[in-house]
């Protein structure tokens, strides 16, 4: 069965620290792998993706993650967090099918502290 | 309005009541999916429509019916409800597409859900 693993529900760290959410998932010939970001009270948001080519993505507010098929790994990483990134955060993976069938992880909540 | 819209926002309802909960999208995208998002739980796929038919019913309990009326619209109906299905309820569209035999993969995009209390 396919599945995504989140290695860690809350990570708390301080404001302009490095941070790294672990997301590993369960072996495929392709997957297409995705971190979507949760405010309060809001829906899930697009954070970066991997649908193919280089193995580091990157989106616009500072976050990257890198594709690792050894060892089935898409971790998010930022060099230095702000308080606004103060979210919920979902790993997610879409296996070869038509319809984009997504499986999430259980979530990794941060929280940046001043 | 943009993007993908969920009404109602909230919704408290009974276990004896009837009620639906909309979702709307603007994006033009061809597949609409239903997400259950419960604490301390991953989001579970309910159902997936593709082109207005249902491609995919992910063993959910029948007190749950979703409606496809057209690629803009995503209705889901429920009835006798248990207090086990308070929860947030999340829709989301995708544009997907197959060329050459590959089917491209598009992210998904997501309504802000609406928040379901059960009593």
């Known amino acids: 069965a396919q599945s995504v693993t989140q290695l860690d529900s809350q990570v708390p760290v301080f404001e302009e620290a490095p941070v790294e959410l672990r997301c590993n998932y369960s072996?495929?010939?392709?997957?297409?792998l995705f971190w979507y970001v949760q405010y309060p009270n809001q829906g899930l948001q697009l954070l970066l993706k991997?649908?193919?080519?280089?193995?580091l993505v990157e989106s616009i507010n500072g976050f990257e993650a890198e594709f690792n098929k050894s060892q089935t790994s898409f971790h998010l990483r930022k060099p230095s967090v702000h308080i606004s990134d103060t979210a919920e955060y979902f790993c997610?993976?879409?296996?070869?099918?038509?319809?984009?069938?997504?499986?999430f992880g259980q979530g990794t909540i941060l929280t940046v502290h001043p | 309005e943009t993007g993908v819209t969920q009404t109602p926002r909230h919704l408290v309802m009974g276990m004896t009541n009837k009620k639906s909960l909309k979702c709307e999208q603007h994006?033009?995208?061809?597949?609409m999916y239903w997400y259950k998002q419960s604490a301390k739980k991953p989001l579970e796929l309910m159902f997936v429509?593709?082109?207005?038919?249902?491609?995919e019913n992910n063993s959910v309990p029948s007190r749950f019916s979703p409606e496809c009326p057209n690629s803009s619209h995503l209705f889901l109906h429920l009835h006798t409800l248990q207090p086990e299905d308070s929860a947030l309820y999340l829709c989301?569209?995708?544009?997907?597409?197959?060329?050459?035999?590959?089917?491209?993969?598009?992210?998904?995009?997501f309504g802000p859900g609406t928040r379901l209390t059960v009593l």
């Open positions: 989301a569209s995708r544009k997907w597409s197959v060329a050459g035999g590959t089917s491209y993969h598009n992210e998904q995009f």
């Open positions: 072996s495929s010939v392709s997957v297409y």
């Open positions: 991997y649908l193919s080519g280089s193995t």
């Open positions: 997610a993976v879409s296996y070869s099918t038509s319809y984009g069938k997504l499986t």
């Open positions: 994006l033009g995208h061809n597949a």
């Open positions: 429509y593709s082109l207005e038919e249902r491609v």
